[in-house]
């Protein structure tokens, strides 16, 4: 495997064969190391041309020292809401930088990034695409980061830390103590070297048990899309004797946010309803339904809980505040073997969600013989104890 700087006659290589079939290159220059290493810069390139559009824009002989680097990065969009997390002007250390993606948007903002791998060839590749983006208060070091904090008299600002999200037989993990590196573990370490700490770790870890692993917890973001909960981040301030009530951040961008406290949450009163037809149907984004802010978003914005268990939510009129995908209901109907048959004749082509409901999506989708797709969306959900269909349009 060829080791950076990347040379004009592979670079414009790369750029000649850009929409090449990679198989064939690989064939046709079987054994011969340095194509071989050009063609999985394409491939690469491919696979990352929409989550690094930004940064393969600003820094157009970036490379990747593997493909794994390319299918496990951090989007550009997320590294830029973890870099807004640091202030201007403090010295961080990234103690999993990979590819470098976080790394490279930390050090728009910092004084200093100090970026830490174990692999020679990882290391090196982020020292060339820092040089590549101009930016010279990148220090890559390859190091294991466990050991490296062990001995370092250096002090930190704040350490970033994406510890490994599944085990060695690539099993998903659902706590930080089960996790590589154990941030949990090194914490005793960490405190002897920076004032705070944010964990990038998977949506899977549990809010409650990630808050009784990490003392200290300031923060906790849900990043998310309009689909998916894209990661949980935790900020932890390593002042032992700091009093700490944390804030969930439920962030999607091109969306509301919602920013809440637990207490909150707890105290929040809710007003119950059923739907009725014409009304706005809120569906909670991914990011606000894995923060768990359920009573509140019926307080906060003024907004009809369907039940204590279900999590949709009713309004007369959209709604601009609200951190939700929000429907207008067509048409109501009970759960009834008539009203499935009414249903499905109605609309053969639907996507369909359940919430609190009897049977899951997939069955309801066979019951309703409806082929996937379309701008109809049927739910099925329990409002104020009753079983329903609600099919509607996106507003």
């Given at each position: 495997?060829?080791?950076?700087?990347?040379?004009?006659?592979?670079?414009?290589?790369?750029?000649?064969?850009?929409?090449?079939?990679?198989?064939?290159?690989?064939?046709?220059?079987?054994?011969?190391?340095?194509?071989?290493?050009?063609?999985?810069?394409?491939?690469?390139?491919?696979?990352?041309?929409?989550?690094?559009?930004?940064?393969?824009?600003?820094?157009?002989?970036?490379?990747?020292?593997t493909?794994?680097?390319?299918?496990?990065?951090?989007?550009?969009?997320?590294?830029?809401?973890?870099?807004?997390?640091?202030?201007?002007?403090?010295?961080?250390?990234?103690?999993?930088?990979?590819?470098?993606?976080?790394?490279?948007?930390?050090?728009?903002?910092?004084?200093?990034?100090?970026?830490?791998?174990?692999?020679?060839?990882?290391?090196?590749?982020?020292?060339?695409?820092?040089?590549?983006m101009?930016?010279?208060?990148?220090?890559?070091?390859?190091?294991?980061?466990?050991?490296?904090?062990?001995?370092?008299?250096?002090?930190?600002?704040?350490?970033?830390?994406?510890?490994?999200?599944?085990?060695?037989?690539?099993?998903?993990?659902?706590?930080l103590?089960?996790?590589?590196?154990?941030?949990?573990?090194?914490?005793?370490?960490?405190?002897?070297?920076?004032?705070?700490?944010?964990?990038?770790?998977?949506?899977?870890?549990?809010i409650?048990?990630?808050l009784?692993?990490?003392?200290?917890?300031?923060?906790?973001?849900?990043?998310?899309?309009?689909t998916?909960?894209?990661?949980?981040?935790?900020?932890?301030?390593?002042?032992?004797?700091?009093?700490?009530?944390?804030?969930?951040?439920?962030?999607?961008?091109?969306?509301?946010?919602?920013?809440?406290?637990?207490?909150?949450?707890?105290?929040?009163?809710?007003?119950?309803?059923?739907?009725?037809?014409?009304?706005?149907?809120?569906?909670?984004?991914?990011?606000?339904?894995?923060?768990?802010?359920?009573?509140?978003?019926?307080?906060?914005?003024?907004?009809?809980?369907?039940?204590?268990?279900?999590?949709?939510?009713?309004?007369?009129?959209?709604?601009?505040?609200?951190?939700?995908?929000?429907?207008?209901?067509?048409?109501?109907?009970?759960?009834?073997?008539?009203?499935?048959?009414?249903?499905?004749?109605?609309?053969?082509?639907?996507?369909?969600?359940?919430?609190?409901?009897?049977?899951?999506?997939?069955?309801?989708?066979?019951?309703?013989?409806?082929?996937?797709?379309?701008?109809?969306?049927?739910?099925g959900?329990?409002?104020?104890?009753?079983?329903?269909?609600?099919?509607?349009?996106r507003?």
């Open positions: 495997m060829m080791t950076p700087p990347l040379t004009d006659n592979l670079f414009d290589f790369i750029t000649a064969n850009a929409t090449a079939d990679t198989a064939r290159l690989r064939l046709r220059h079987h054994g011969d190391p340095e194509m071989l290493w050009a063609a999985m810069q394409i491939d690469c390139r491919r696979r990352s041309a929409t989550r690094l559009a930004a940064t393969l824009a600003r820094a157009p002989r970036f490379i990747f020292p493909e794994i680097s390319a299918q496990q990065c951090t989007s550009d969009a997320l590294a830029e809401l973890h870099a807004a997390l640091i202030s201007p002007g403090e010295r961080v250390l990234d103690m999993t930088a990979g590819l470098g993606i976080d790394a490279l948007h930390i050090a728009s903002r910092a004084a200093s990034v100090t970026a830490i791998d174990i692999t020679p060839e990882v290391a090196d590749t982020l020292r060339h695409n820092a040089a590549e101009y930016l010279t208060n990148i220090t890559p070091v390859c190091a294991d980061s466990t050991q490296w904090i062990r001995t370092t008299d250096e002090h930190f600002d704040t350490v970033f830390i994406d510890p490994a999200r599944r085990g060695e037989q690539g099993e998903r993990l659902y706590a103590e089960q996790c590589r590196p154990n941030v949990v573990a090194l914490m005793p370490q960490l405190r002897e070297i920076t004032r705070r700490v944010i964990v990038k770790a998977s949506p899977m870890l549990d409650s048990r990630t009784e692993e990490l003392t200290g917890i300031t923060d906790i973001y849900l990043y998310g899309t309009a998916e909960c894209k990661e949980l981040t935790a900020v932890v301030s390593t002042d032992a004797s700091t009093v700490i009530a944390p804030t969930i951040h439920a962030v999607t961008p091109g969306a509301p946010d919602i920013t809440f406290t637990l207490p909150e949450e707890a105290e929040a009163a809710p007003e119950y309803a059923a739907p009725a037809e014409g009304m706005i149907i809120h569906e909670p984004l991914p990011a606000v339904m894995k923060s768990g802010c359920f009573k509140l978003l019926s307080t906060r914005f003024n907004l009809a809980k369907a039940d204590p268990r279900t999590h949709l939510y009713f309004s007369d009129e959209p709604s601009s505040e609200a951190p939700t995908r929000q429907y207008r209901i067509e048409k109501l109907y009970d759960f009834s073997k008539r009203a499935i048959a009414e249903c499905a004749r109605a609309y053969p082509k639907a996507n369909i969600a359940v919430r609190d409901f009897i049977i899951g999506a997939p069955e309801l989708a066979k019951r309703l013989k409806v082929r996937e797709g379309g701008d109809v969306h049927i739910f959900f329990t409002a104020s104890g009753k079983r329903m269909l609600a099919a509607c349009c507003v």
